[in-house]
C-alpha cells in the first residue's frame, strides 16, 4: 500500500477532478490523507465522504508542516506528497515506483509541464499550457473550465501519458517537479522528515537528499522519472486570496537557511 498525502484549502471543483482521476489512474492500492487546513467551502467533508483519512487543522499551516502530519498518520512504504491542483496520469503510482526500484531511487518525483525530458520539448510543453492556460482562464477556474483546458491540452489524456511511459520507460534525469513528490519510508531515517521552517519545501528537500548523497553516499539525488507524467495547473486555482499561514512567524527563506555558497552546491 501506499499513503498520499495532500494539504488542501478550500478549491472544491479541482479537489472533485483530482479525486476522480486518483481514484482511477492509481494502480496500487492507497490511503488518502488530505491534511484540511481550515477548508470554507464543503471540501473536508466531500474527501471525508469519500474514504479519505481528513485531518482538520485549526488556521491555514504551511506545505511542510502539512506533509509532516500526514506522514505521522501515514502507514504505507511509499509516501506521496501530491498537491492537489494536479491531474494524475494512467499508472502513475505503478510507472514511478518501478522507475525508482530500478534506478535505485528512494525519493523521486513525477514530470510534467514544469519540465520533461530536455529544455527544447519542456519549453514547448510550458508555452502550449500557458496559451490554453491565458486563454480559457479568462471563463473563470472552476469544475467545467478546468476540466477543459485540460482536454485541450492533452486531447486523449491516457494515449498521452501511455505514450511517455511505453518511450521513457525507467529513464530518470537528476532534478525535481515539486506537485508530485515520492519519499520511501528508508529514506527519512537519512533526510529526515520536512523542515517546518520552509515553505519552498521542495528545494530544501532537494537540497538536503544532494548534500547527503554527497557526504554519505547511501542514497541518490532526487530524480524525475520521465516515464510518469502528472498534469499541474500551476497556481491557476490559487487566484484567490488565501489566509495567512498560522505558522507564517516560524517560515524562512531557503536562501536564509543555505545561504549562497551552499545553494550553489548542492542545488
Not at 520533461?116 to 510543453?125: H, P, R, T, Y
Not at 476540466?147 to 532534478?175: A, C, L, P, S
Not at 523542515?195 to 539525488?221: N, Y
Request: glycine residues 6%; proline residues 1%; charged residues 30%.
Amino acid at each position: 500500500m501506499i499513503s498520499i498525502i495532500t494539504a488542501i484549502h478550500n478549491q472544491i471543483g479541482m479537489n472533485k477532478i483530482f479525486l476522480e482521476y486518483l481514484k482511477k489512474n492509481t494502480k496500487s492500492e492507497f490511503e488518502l490523507i488530505i491534511i484540511d487546513n481550515k477548508s470554507t467551502d464543503e471540501s473536508a467533508d466531500f474527501f471525508e465522504k469519500h474514504g479519505a483519512t481528513v485531518i482538520r487543522n485549526d488556521g491555514n499551516y504551511s506545505y511542510p508542516y502539512s506533509q509532516n502530519q500526514g506522514i505521522k498518520a501515514s502507514s504505507g512504504e511509499y509516501m506521496c506528497f501530491l498537491n492537489n491542483d494536479i491531474i494524475v496520469g494512467k499508472h502513475w503510482d505503478e510507472t514511478l515506483i518501478q522507475s525508482m526500484e530500478s534506478n535505485g531511487l528512494e525519493v523521486a518525483t513525477s514530470c510534467g509541464v514544469e519540465r520533461i525530458e530536455d529544455e527544447v520539448q519542456s519549453k514547448k510543453l510550458k508555452r502550449r499550457w500557458k496559451k490554453i492556460k491565458n486563454t480559457l482562464s479568462i471563463f473563470g477556474t472552476h469544475e467545467k473550465n478546468l476540466r477543459r483546458m485540460h482536454k485541450i491540452m492533452y486531447k486523449n489524456w491516457d494515449r498521452f501519458t501511455d505514450e511517455r511511459r511505453n518511450k521513457f520507460q525507467g529513464k530518470v534525469i537528476e532534478g525535481f517537479v515539486g506537485n508530485t513528490v515520492v519519499i520511501k519510508r528508508s529514506a527519512l531515517d537519512k533526510i529526515g522528515l520536512w523542515d517546518e521552517r520552509i515553505q519552498g519545501a521542495d528545494f530544501d528537500l532537494s537540497m538536503r537528499v544532494k548534500k547527503r548523497s554527497i557526504e554519505h553516499g547511501d542514497i541518490k539525488p532526487i530524480h524525475i522519472a520521465l516515464d510518469a507524467f502528472n498534469h499541474h495547473y500551476i497556481r491557476l486555482t490559487i487566484k484567490t486570496k488565501f489566509p495567512p499561514f498560522k505558522d507564517r512567524d516560524n517560515l524562512i527563506s531557503v536562501e536564509e537557511k543555505w545561504g549562497e555558497e551552499a545553494m550553489s552546491k548542492y542545488l
